[in-house]
T-cell receptor, first 111, second 111 residues
Framework: DGGITQSPKYLFRKEGQNVTLSCEQN?????MYWYRQDPGQGLRLIYY???????QKGDIAEGYSVSREKKESFPLTVTSAQKNPTAFYLC??????????FGQGTRLTVV | GQSLEQPSEVTAVEGAIVQINCTYQTSGFYGLSWYQQHDGGAPTFLSYNALDGLEETGRFSSFLSRSDSYGYLLLQELQMKDSASYFC????????????FGTGTRLTVIP
């Protein structure tokens, strides 16, 4: 089935550690997005990519980095510079049409 | 900047009808969409309005008034499983960075 796969579902990070969240899609969509969601909050855009080898900062990019080496993959790295990384992270694709498609999310917790 | 406003919480009785409003201020407008998100899950697409009027999909309907920059999601015959957060989103242009989400409305359905 076509869709977006995020892994892992749960991730624990120690202080000062970098962690990478995986996002893979087989929808053949060009644009991919990373959102952060805090409890009871909406979706805040971290980074997005329209094509391979190109990506743009969203509203809250500080402390995060991404790469887009393949159309299917858009991993997000949460660096030690992100001081409050505990949140729910959602990867999405959108073709500019009616519907955005989301992965099941990764819940990141700092321990 | 872009802004979308929704009520933060709504409570309704099982079997009743509830309306969730969304007002928006964006630089452009292509369409208004609605998403449902259960706790810990991915947002899933419900409906999309590009033109004024009512779109009906089963128990859910969505309305748009472009002149008022306003839309709403109407849920009929509420069921307990409808308890979730509901987000409106505006597509304000043709580029990849043109999808903006509201902060969400948490709907609680009570017996």
């Amino acid at each position: 089935d076509g869709g977006i796969t995020q892994s892992p579902k749960y991730l624990f990070r120690k202080e000062g550690q970098n962690v990478t969240l995986s996002c893979e899609q087989n929808l053949n969509h060009d644009a991919m997005y990373w959102y952060r969601q805090d409890p009871g909050q909406g979706l805040r855009l971290i980074y997005y990519s329209q094509i391979v080898n190109d990506f743009q900062k969203g509203d809250i990019a500080e402390g995060y980095s991404v790469s887009r080496e393949k159309k299917e993959s858009f991993p997000l790295t949460v660096t030690s510079a992100q001081k409050n990384p505990t949140a729910f992270y959602l990867c999405a694709t959108w073709t500019g049409g009616t519907e955005a498609f989301f992965g099941q999310g990764t819940r990141l917790t700092v321990v | 900047g872009q802004s979308l406003e929704q009520p933060s919480e709504v409570t309704a009785v099982e079997g009743a009808i509830v309306q969730i409003n969304c007002t928006y201020q964006t630089s452009g407008f292509y369409g208004l969409s609605w998403y449902q998100q259960h706790d810990g899950g991915a947002p899933t697409f419900l409906s999309y309005n590009a033109l004024d009027g009512l779109e009906e999909t089963g128990r859910f309907s969505s309305f748009l008034s472009r002149s008022d920059s306003y839309g709403y999601l109407l849920l009929q015959e509420l069921q307990m499983k409808d308890s979730a957060s509901y987000f409106c989103a505006v597509n304000d242009g043709a580029g990849a960075n043109n999808l903006f989400f509201g902060t969400g409305t948490r709907l609680t359905v009570i017996p």
